[in-house]
């Protein structure tokens, strides 16, 4: 084993995972990181935070330099290099080094893909203009604090009510900009039901966000180079500056390109073992599928901590162990200023698609129990299959403390418990952190056929 | 079924929920409930905060008073009036009015047994002066209240360091109050494992509460009918105030003598329809027995919140339907001024009573991502059987945001999940609210051999 080189491509959550993983079983192995953007293991979901002025700098956002891969794990993580071309015949992929552009081939036993997802980002009118930003990698993310520090911006629109949209309007809020979003759908946050996003729409309101809803991006307007609008459907918004939030893709061209079998919305299919169809060669991340345990398919996440799950899978396999990433049940969360969002499970549209037949109770509760200085609502609607009663999923919108308890209708999800047993549940209970019957049993006495 | 009459013994949150129930599913039903206190439904948890002056009366912490049981649901809610003697053969009770001592004689079809738990007050020297109390009614934390109004006392004593001790002790510090806690353990919390316990004991230090550890009660020190201090194995403290917190005990003193079977630490045997070992006598809540998912065991516990699910599953079986009490996993959560403590499943020393054996990691993690602002510590203990990986406890001390992770483990056992089970959880993420792996997962990977 030890004489094996891996070669990981992609130095963040996934890849530097799976590295740190193998090394620690395999002290001796030969591992070599590229990462193109010239940082390692980094939050990306750090980035609002950062732009909002809530974290120093962009180098809190990173967990481990390439200097600590290097010298501490004795890992060559080698940033500013573009992995450009697999040669899976061969076992080699072709390298090069951003700083002088010069390819190279590097030969691997065995290759893991993490090269990540990246913001989607439409070419339409003037979208090469400057001021327009997506969001994916820390380096862009410094080039939105960059462009804001030298121009000044005042009036910010943000396209995509998702969660880097929301968390994006709540830092250009928290900085003093005018915002306003669009959003083509009939509520933000297109993953939660039309009715718990529209608490949510309220909430940006509340904070000052102008909602454009129902409304789709056309283009952009430009003056010197500069963004100055963006174009919709119905309207032009006035903009200095621009942060387009419509999601993100996989990274799976060179993927792709060598042949290897793509699955879920581009990512590369995987068996549990995180092995791709090609021999010897690995994904693991935001490239990656994954599997959904509630709709049982194929699915398709760029999120942190599933990258480091199937980074973690990877190292493990790769070392010569054993271990499977059993899959997700599509559980987010997020905070827009004192609103707090969370969902898991599958929401109406997707058990309609799936033929799957549910009841639903939505119920309105408080986060401590009712004297308590600093109860504040929380809503949380839960779906469960008809006739089984098996809880499907889960959404809550509230006020500090609301969104954390998504976790536990993960965890009932993941373990197919019925609404029945989320009422026996034995959950903790003292007045500063909930009423007597937490609001997500509360919500699933009102599925059962109500509360007293 | 509506020509019955349903005499429920107690008027807080066990009897007023089978009442509740048992009303809506029977609109004719005939009940009538006698509660000896001036109060029903009232939250007893929430005392410590009333008397900290962080609720503004003890009006505040009474869900719904008799009147709106009388008025809205019908049902004849008799406060003042307690129960003296159970006639099993004749279907009656015997009932003294308190406002004029007089005695009747209440025939009813179906008893619902809810008489609660009371303070444990042992008779020691000068235990008979006033300022020295036990809290467990919603009278007595008023007559804390009146007696700390009308004396000003400026040192307490809290004797018993578990849950209702220490919110006291919190509460007395926040009225300016210097206060001592007197324990008998090695460490206050004794749910919790001597090195999580400690971490408590420090909470506290930080707050200013003095500790005596390893120390025992033995009586107390008057002057003028007046407590003045508090007698230990080592020393005498003053004290112009105490509150002995050593816990309850079911109030069960009329079912032993009507010859009802009594199980774990005296509490009514049920089975799990909450039905007695007489014919059409029921129990629920703190004066009842409970059972143990983990242990397997018969097991007592007075937390409103078990008195809640076992009123509500007695109404529903009391008004001709079925309903089973599934047992608890030994949650409880408090809150020490900004600290959290929480526990559910088993501890070391339960573990080994049992004979099971067990693996054990303990860490410190986050609250939030480190970055970002108000990332507290939190310390997490895990405890699984060797072999199997079945999660069979768990512990948690930390800041803002780090109890109510409990509700997760306090699932995953309830689902018999194994600690892989609980690293491959879709928890959610975003920095405001965790590191990307939350604390319960990154004390999972510690038992499974060491994260990263």
Redo the contacts between chains.
């Keep these: 084993m030890t004489q094996q080189r891996l070669v990981v491509i992609g130095g963040d959550?996934a890849g530097m995972?799976a590295a740190?993983?193998v090394r620690?079983e395999d002290p001796a192995r030969e591992i070599v990181v590229f990462e193109r953007s010239p940082h390692t293991s980094y939050?990306a979901?750090?980035m609002p935070?950062f732009i909002a002025g809530?974290?120093?700098g962009p180098e809190?956002?990173v967990a481990r330099s390439p200097q600590k891969f290097r010298e501490k794990y004795n890992i060559d993580a080698r940033t500013d290099h573009e992995v450009t071309e697999l040669d899976l015949t061969k076992q080699r992929v072709r390298v090069r080094n951003l700083a002088d552009a010069k390819d190279s081939w590097e030969p691997y036993d065995q290759l893991l893909i993490a090269t990540g997802a990246e913001a989607i980002f439409p070419k339409l009118a003037n979208s090469d203009a400057d001021g327009i930003f997506g969001l994916s990698t820390l380096a862009s993310g410094i080039r939105v604090q960059q462009f804001m520090d030298r121009q000044l911006p005042r009036r910010a629109v943000v396209v995509g009510g998702g969660?880097i949209g929301l968390?994006m309007a709540e830092a250009l809020v928290r900085q003093g900009l005018q915002v306003s979003l669009v959003e083509r759908g009939e509520q933000v946050m297109g993953t939660l039901d039309p009715d718990m996003g529209a608490l949510v729409s309220d909430a940006l309101r509340e904070i000052g966000v102008e909602l454009y809803l129902n409304e789709s991006l056309t283009g952009y307007e430009s003056a010197n180079g500069l963004v100055s609008g963006v174009v919709t459907d119905q309207r032009t918004l006035p903009a200095e500056l621009v942060i387009v939030g419509l999601g993100t893709r996989p990274n799976t061209a060179l993927a792709a390109a060598a042949g290897i079998t793509l699955g879920e919305k581009g990512s590369i299919r995987v068996n549990p073992r995180m092995q791709t169809s090609a021999p010897g060669v690995w994904a693991a991340g935001d490239c990656a599928e994954s599997f959904h345990?509630v709709s049982r398919r194929p699915f398709h996440v760029a999120?942190?901590?599933?990258a480091?799950?199937q980074g973690?899978v990877a190292g493990i396999n790769l070392a010569g162990g054993y271990a499977t990433?059993?899959?997700?049940?599509?559980?987010?969360?997020?905070?827009i200023c004192k609103y707090?969002v969370?969902r898991?499970g599958l929401m109406e549209r997707e058990l309609q698609q799936l033929g799957l037949l549910y009841r639903s109770a939505t119920i309105k509760s408080k986060t401590r129990?009712g004297?308590?200085?600093g109860a504040g609502w929380i809503t949380v609607k839960l779906l469960a299959e008809q006739g089984t009663g098996r809880l499907l999923g889960g959404q809550i919108v509230g006020l500090e403390?609301a969104?954390?308890?998504?976790?536990?209708l993960?965890?009932?999800i993941?373990?197919a418990?019925t609404v029945q047993?989320i009422?026996?549940?034995?959950?903790?209970?003292?007045?500063?952190?909930?009423p007597?019957?937490?609001p997500v049993q509360t919500a699933a006495r009102q599925l059962l056929g109500?509360s007293?």
Tied chains: 1, 2.
């Design positions: 959550a995972s740190s993983k620690r939050s979901c750090g935070y809530l974290v120093d809190k956002l969660y968390e345990l999120l942190g901590t599933v480091n799950k973690s990433f059993p899959g997700v049940v599509g559980t987010a969360v997020s905070k707090e969370a898991t129990a004297y308590y200085p403390g969104a954390k308890r998504i976790d536990v993960a965890t009932a993941t373990a418990m047993q009422v026996d549940l034995d959950l903790s209970y003292a007045p500063p952190f909930s007597v019957w937490d109500g007293d």
